[in-house]
């Protein structure tokens, strides 16, 4: 039997016959130290790509609005019904920068930082994923599709099915899924993966994600796993639910980059971003969130190395990083922003002219015109994540080069390299690899490289966001058929 079963009644269900689930909300609140205590957009791929569906979608968001200890009504913000969750300072604490961040988020990323496990943050975690529960129960109307998104929320599945069992319930893992054998270190694996197994469709970015959660479902909760479908039993070994697994890789908003990319005021920006820079024969680009998976001090060494092997000169190459602050008073993130700002102050004070930078570093997050004036500004970028559920900025660097110029140096270790083949694929633990990498991007022939890039634009064209939350959804009405 579920350990805890929860059955406050229900007075007022919800109108909403499409409810998403997320930890944060498309919007975030800018702190009154930082600013008026308005919104901006929340960082991170989640968002990225689920905001253009949910703005053609009729439905409810339930997620947190970032700001602690704040109760706020549900609002309506550019067409979507918003429906914030509270958190209190100490729940960020326990449930958000410990259990989420500093337990699940370094296990399922092939433990690059070594995960932590304290009991405190556990019963947090479970408190807050009841709420939300608690909130989608309350949003949803009879029979309403529910789709919940990612490790911060992987009990939801569970405990909705016990407030409102009419609900479909679909669940994605915007990360990977880690396999067995390190999965198995979270004293709470049982529990995990019970709480995903009451959704109807669990979603992941590869297929080799599904296979890992497939075996830990096998082995931790005994579950009869068939043709990727898991039978889930009660204490007398009946079948009372069936849960699916399959890959569904995410994509962008490939329209919205497109039209950017072809924008007049935003070309110019990228004209002057190069010439601000010095017209260099070659602009090499780095975006991500400041964080330890990205593998931004690996991408630095090998940058560092081919500046001092005379391979680039900073009068031919400028490397612009866009690090976005994320995560902050996370010890581990903490260490990461003085190790990178600690490499790039000694590769500029090593290699810097008077005219030339080496590194221009950017510690902050931009709006998207900004990025795709940056991405059709850089002949070369670079997604040299360590482990990685996607990488949605590879995706939008290629929709942004309508011209098939550019070349993508992009690590294996990230989902995205199941689709984008035709990239300069990288061990980025592999420095000298890294550097071969980086220098076959910058020497690639024109001709090359638009081969390259036209077969990756294919890929993308083909399947955006759109497609992957509609094929996402299909499957999720189809009825489970007993193997
Ligand atoms: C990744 C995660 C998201 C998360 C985002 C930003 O993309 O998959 O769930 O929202 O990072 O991280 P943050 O902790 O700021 O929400």
Redesign the pocket.
Known sequence: MPEEMINEPLHHPGDSDFVVV???LPVDRVSTEEGDGGWRR??????TALAPVMATQDGAWVGWHGAPDEELAPFHHENIDLVPVPLSAEEVELY?EGFS?STLWPLYHDVIAPPEFHRTWWDAYRRVNKRFAQAAANTAAQNATVWV????LQLVPRYLRQLRPDLRIGFFN??PFPPQEIFAQLPWRQSIIEGLLEADLIGFQRASDTANFLRSARRFVGAGVKSAQIQVKDNEGNVVHIARAAPFPISIDVGQIQELAGRKDVIARSRQIREELGNPKTVLLGVD?LDYTKGITHRLKAYGELLHDCELTVEDAALIQVASP??ERVETYIQLREDVEGMVGRINGQYDTMQNTAVRYLHHSYPVEEMVALYLAADVMLVTALRD?MNLVAKEYVAARGDNTGALVLSEFAGAADQLKSAILVNPHDIDGLKSGILRAVNLSPAEAGRRMRAMRRQIVNNDVQRWSSEFLAALQKEATPV
């Open positions: 997320s930890n944060r929340s960082p991170g791929g989640l968002v958000y961040n998104q990612d490790y911060q915007h990360i969130r994320s995560r559920g």
